[in-house]
Structures are given as structure tokens and as C-alpha cells.
């Protein structure tokens, strides 16, 4: 019996693990089939010949360097900013005590539950009014601070034992450099999730830089993605080799993070 249920748990994973990886899987296949392999009913699994040429052709029809270089400068400095921003919040609200301190906490939980597409309009507002249309810090600025990254900063920060902060307060280490010196060396974890996080969320924007941006010399991946999808409606191949180049930074930024992803998630779990 327990051979049974544990033989039901495996196939059901392997299910789960096949339903995640095909979708990746077909548009790797997709990017070097032929276009009859694509387009034949039923579609081909597996690509009859191989055919690079679709990546030469994305090249020339989108600014695709351009575009690639534009997505991941942006997505850097909203992760910078982000890390940041979430790791002097999370140590105020850790180890500061101030008045209505976990009103203020409230405050910044309730930005979680804000729509995304409620504060588009206030934002580009505030871009045009400060002449920043069609430049980078209008792609960027809007998303330097995130509710999310204050709390799993504080969360974190609260599983480190009290004493510790006492100790340095007697040593006479200043706030900024028990944060800097102890806290961001111990919080790597925590760190990585939350650039992975802040990576793969700004990578993917898609309707705030069509928004924001007027020239091709400023646009991000994403909005070539969906013009190549136009200029390229008869080319599946040349799409999902579009796709496939999209996806590579974020596949290396998971590589590179992923040994911190589950334990930055978990480490302020239990105190």
C-alpha cells in the first residue's frame, strides 16, 4: 500500500513537472523547426530538421539589442533600487521603535493589495510632468520600492536574535554599520529572492513602457516581442525564437539564485 500511494505521488509530480517544462520545451523545439513542421495539423513534437536561420531573422525584424540591452538595464536598476529601499524599511521596522510604528507597517502591507493598474495614471502623470517621457528614469523610478520587499526584509531581520543588536549597540556600532557590516552579510537569502523577484517582475513590464516610450531606441523586449508577433503572424519560428531569446536572462538569474530562492522564503517563517 505504501508502495502504491508512494508510486501515485511520483507519477503525479512527474505530470505536474511535465505540464511546467513542455511549454519551455516547445518553444526551444518551435525556434529551430521548419515553418511546415509548425504549421501541419496535428503540430510536430519534434523538430524533422533543425533551422537556426529563425534567430538571424529576429534580428532583422525588431532593434532586438537594443531592446535586450534596454529590459535588463532597467530590470537592474529596479532591483537595485528595490534591494535597497527594502532593506533600510525592513530594519526600521525590525529594530526602530517609533509612534505608530505598526500603523506605518499596516500602511506599507496595504500597498500589496493596490492594483498595479490604479496607479498607472498618477505615475505617468508624474513622469510627464517632470519631463521624463520616452527616457530611462520614466521606465524605471516608479518601481524603485516595493511593499512586498519590505516585508520579507522585516521578516527576515526579526529572525536574528535580539542580543545580537544589544551587542553591537554596546560595542558602538551605529545603525548604519551593523546593517551594512552584519545584517546584508547574514541576509543573502532573503537578497536573492528578492532580486529574483524584482528581476522577473520589471523584465516582463509590458504596458508601462509602451506608455512611457515613443522611439524603438527606448523600447524594452517585451514591446518587440509583441511587434514581432505583428510584422511576423506567418513566421511561428521566428516568434518563438524571439521568445526563447526573451527568456534567457531569466533563466540565468534563477541558475544563479536559486540555492537562496527557498530559503530566503522560509527564513523568516519561524522565529
Not at 115 to 131: C, F, H, R, V
Not at 150 to 176: D, I, N
Not at 235 to 246: C, E, K, N, R, Y
Amino acid at each position: 500500500m505504501i508502495r502504491l500511494r508512494r508510486a501515485g505521488t511520483v507519477a503525479g509530480l512527474v505530470v505536474l513537472v511535465a505540464m511546467v517544462v513542455f511549454p519551455l520545451y516547445y518553444a526551444v523545439a518551435g525556434s529551430v523547426m521548419s515553418r511546415d513542421d509548425l504549421t501541419r495539423f496535428p503540430p510536430a513534437l519534434f523538430p524533422t530538421s533543425l533551422h537556426a536561420s529563425s534567430f538571424a531573422d529576429v534580428l532583422h525584424a525588431i532593434p532586438l539589442g537594443r531592446q535586450y540591452a534596454n529590459s535588463i538595464l532597467v530590470s537592474l536598476a529596479i532591483v537595485a533600487g528595490v534591494l535597497v529601499t527594502s532593506v533600510l524599511s525592513g530594519y526600521v521596522f525590525a529594530f526602530l521603535n517609533f509612534p505608530f510604528k505598526k500603523l506605518a507597517f499596516g500602511m506599507f502591507l496595504a500597498t500589496m493589495a493596490v492594483p498595479a493598474e490604479s496607479m498607472i495614471i498618477p505615475n505617468y502623470l508624474t513622469m510627464a510632468d517632470w519631463g521624463l517621457m520616452n527616457t530611462f528614469p520614466a521606465l524605471f523610478l516608479p518601481f524603485l520600492a516595493a511593499g512586498f520587499g519590505t516585508f520579507l526584509m522585516r521578516q527576515f531581520f526579526l529572525s536574528f536574535p535580539r542580543e545580537v543588536w544589544e551587542a553591537a549597540k554596546v560595542e558602538g556600532c551605529g545603525h548604519l554599520r551593523f546593517l551594512w557590516k552584519i545584517l546584508v552579510p547574514l541576509s543573502r537569502p532573503a537578497l536573492g529572492t528578492l532580486a529574483i523577484h524584482a528581476f522577473i517582475s520589471s523584465y516582463n513590464h509590458y504596458f508601462w513602457p509602451l506608455l512611457v516610450t515613443s522611439t524603438p531606441k527606448m523600447q524594452t523586449l517585451q514591446i518587440g516581442l509583441a511587434q514581432l508577433n505583428s510584422v511576423e503572424e506567418r513566421a511561428p519560428d521566428v516568434i518563438f525564437a524571439g521568445v526563447v531569446l526573451a527568456i534567457i536572462p531569466m533563466l540565468i538569474m534563477i541558475y544563479l539564485f536559486q540555492r537562496h530562492l527557498v530559503r530566503g522564503l522560509t527564513a523568516g517563517a519561524v522565529r
